[in-house]
């Protein structure tokens, strides 16, 4: 694996690169970074790609945007447009989760030439300003995060409104996946930022992609801040997409990082037919 900087203008992502083969770039969520798509998982070097990940700009070891308003999907978009660039990647597939997979559809919309395959992995489109309340719960997690970090953070959220099993695990893997921030005030404007951005206008605009695509949704009993419904509601748009949804009994399909290497090598497969 190396490890590398790359400029997207004023912006630094830090990102990695390792195997060979055809071309795969990972996109994290909202406060995770890198390490949190496949979850560490080697699998797609492994099976023959050559995969490229990073920090979304304020995430990670990435730096701030130069404004704190300058979190929005356009921005994020050009900076994903700015790692295919220097990595010398045409096209790819993106395989992205929550915030990641609407940096990859705003590619796909925007860019269709530079996209083969999309994995859109616990979307949660949310219309600007159009649900005050939970945009109300963004907010207080990012002046939480802001004024007294982590634990303002976790603070802010409460208790995680998951089913009783899985609240310690949830509440650790929060804390760890923060703690990897260089720059947390970084992080609170992306939390105020991202939720009242849109990667496309309505979701009918879904259907002018046409490449193998697949939509991991999670249940909402796991995780209701993405919701099932916007992942059905996604794979219905898009021709001929393929949606996967959670087993009963077992973990969530989006934190088996080697389960959505598998799904991404499909999708990869699938382009290369």
Same mark, same amino acid.
């Given at each position: 694996?190396?490890?590398?900087?790359?400029?997207?203008?004023?912006?630094?992502?830090?990102?990695?690169?390792?195997? +060979?083969?055809? *071309?795969?770039?990972?996109?994290?969520?909202?406060?995770?970074?890198?390490?949190?798509?496949?979850?560490?998982?080697? !699998?797609?070097?492994?099976?023959?790609?050559?995969?490229?990940?990073?920090?979304?700009?304020?995430?990670?070891?990435?730096? /701030?945007? /130069?404004?704190? @308003? !300058?979190?929005?999907?356009?921005?994020?978009?050009?900076?994903?447009?700015?790692?295919?660039? @220097?990595?010398?990647?045409?096209?790819?597939?993106?395989?992205?989760?929550?915030?990641?997979?609407?940096?990859?559809?705003?590619?796909?919309? =925007?860019?269709? +030439? %530079?996209?083969?395959?999309?994995?859109?992995?616990?979307?949660?489109?949310?219309?600007?300003?159009?649900?005050?309340?939970?945009?109300?719960?963004?907010?207080?997690?990012?002046?939480?995060?802001? @004024?007294?970090?982590?634990?303002?953070?976790?603070?802010? =959220?409460?208790?995680?409104?998951?089913?009783?099993?899985?609240?310690?695990?949830?509440?650790?893997?929060?804390?760890?996946?923060?703690?990897?921030?260089?720059?947390?005030?970084?992080?609170?404007?992306?939390?105020?930022?991202?939720?009242?951005?849109?990667?496309?206008?309505?979701?009918?605009?879904?259907?002018?992609?046409?490449? *193998?695509?697949?939509?991991?949704?999670?249940?909402? @009993?796991?995780?209701?801040?993405?919701? %099932?419904?916007?992942?059905?509601?996604?794979?219905?748009?898009?021709?001929?997409?393929?949606?996967?949804?959670?087993? *009963?009994?077992?973990?969530?399909?989006?934190? =088996?990082?080697?389960?959505?290497?598998?799904?991404?090598?499909?999708?990869?497969?699938?382009? =290369?037919?």
């Amino acid at each position: 694996m190396s490890e590398t900087s790359i400029a997207s203008g004023p912006v630094r992502l830090a990102a990695e690169e390792s195997g +060979e083969g055809a *071309p795969v770039v990972l996109l994290h969520g909202l406060t995770a970074t890198r390490r949190y798509v496949v979850m560490g998982s080697s !699998a797609l070097q492994r099976s023959g790609h050559r995969v490229v990940a990073y920090d979304a700009r304020g995430h990670g070891a990435s730096s /701030p945007a /130069p404004e704190p @308003d !300058a979190y929005e999907y356009e921005q994020l978009g050009a900076d994903l447009e700015a790692v295919l660039d @220097d990595r010398g990647i045409e096209r790819a597939v993106l395989a992205g989760a929550s915030m990641g997979a609407h940096t990859s559809l705003w590619l796909a919309l =925007q860019r269709p +030439e %530079r996209v083969v395959g999309l994995v859109l992995i616990t979307p949660a489109f949310l219309e600007p300003d159009a649900d005050r309340e939970r945009l109300a719960r963004w907010d207080a997690l990012s002046k939480g995060l802001r @004024d007294d970090g982590i634990d303002g953070f976790l603070e802010a =959220q409460g208790e995680p409104r998951v089913p009783e099993r899985w609240r310690e695990t949830v509440t650790r893997v929060i804390r760890q996946r923060l703690s990897q921030h260089e720059h947390l005030d970084a992080v609170a404007d992306a939390l105020h930022v991202v939720p009242r951005s849109a990667p496309f206008g309505d979701v009918a605009e879904l259907s002018a992609i046409a490449v *193998p695509t697949t939509v991991v949704a999670s249940e909402d @009993d796991i995780d209701p801040e993405h919701p %099932r419904a916007v992942g059905e509601a996604y794979a219905e748009a898009i021709s001929d997409a393929r949606l996967i949804t959670d087993e *009963p009994g077992r973990s969530p399909t989006a934190w =088996q990082g080697s389960q959505l290497s598998k799904l991404i090598a499909e999708v990869v497969e699938q382009a =290369q037919t």
